[in-house]
């Protein structure tokens, strides 16, 4: 079945360290998204890729970097310069030829700082 | 800035009652409106998806619509079931790439 797998599940992250979150999609979609959701919050857009070796910064870009050297995998880096990275992640990809169809979501991870 | 609004944050009704979802839009220029489903823990499940073109959207006992002029969408849902506890979240399309998002309404629908 098609879809977007995310991983890992939990990450656990030191003072200081970077860490990179996994998003790979076999949906054959063009665009990619990754948001960060906050208790009582909506989710908000951290950055996206409407193709490969492109990508955008979203609304909450800082402390963020992303690589887009394959159609199907968009990773995320939480570098030390994000002050406040604990919150769950998503990412979500769309095709880009349509909007017909709608965004799907994989099943995110979330990141805690110790 | 759009603004995408949902109340109320929270709802419980017993089981079998039908209920309504409210999410309002600060900006009529909307592409689409998606309604999603969020279990606790998990990733976010698309119900429905209304395009500009269209005012509604059905799917079994749900019923989504859209009025752009007043900026609201509702999400009905027939004969609730315990099964359908989870927080549902609506997302206004602004651009291919501007998706904004409510806070959602975490319904509990009590057997």
């Known amino acids: 079945d098609g879809g977007i797998t995310q991983s890992p599940k939990y990450l656990f992250r030191k003072e200081g360290q970077n860490v990179t979150l996994s998003c790979e999609q076999n949906l054959n979609h063009d665009a990619m998204y990754w948001y960060r959701q906050d208790p009582g919050q909506g989710l908000r857009l951290i950055y996206y890729s409407q193709i490969v070796n492109d990508f955008q910064k979203g609304d909450i870009a800082e402390g963020y970097s992303v690589s887009r050297e394959k159609k199907e995998s968009f990773p995320l880096t939480v570098t030390s310069a994000q002050k406040n990275p604990t919150a769950f992640y998503l990412c979500a990809s769309r095709d880009g030829q349509t909007r017909a169809y709608g965004y799907t979501f994989g099943s995110g991870t979330r990141l805690t700082v110790v | 800035k759009q603004e995408v609004t949902q109340i109320p944050a929270a709802l419980s009704v017993p089981e079998g009652e039908n209920l309504v979802l409210n999410c309002s839009f600060t900006?009529?220029?909307?592409?689409?409106l998606q309604w999603f489903r969020q279990d606790p823990g998990k990733g976010l499940t698309s119900l429905l998806l209304i395009q500009s073109s269209q005012r509604e959207q059905t799917s079994g006992r749900l019923n989504a619509s859209l009025d752009k002029s007043s900026g609201r969408s509702t999400l009905y849902i027939a004969a609730s079931q315990p099964g359908d506890s989870a927080t549902y979240l609506c997302a206004g399309w602004y651009n291919n790439n501007d998706m904004r998002f409510g806070a959602g309404t975490r319904l509990t629908v009590k057997p």
């Open positions: 900006d009529s220029a909307i592409y689409n």
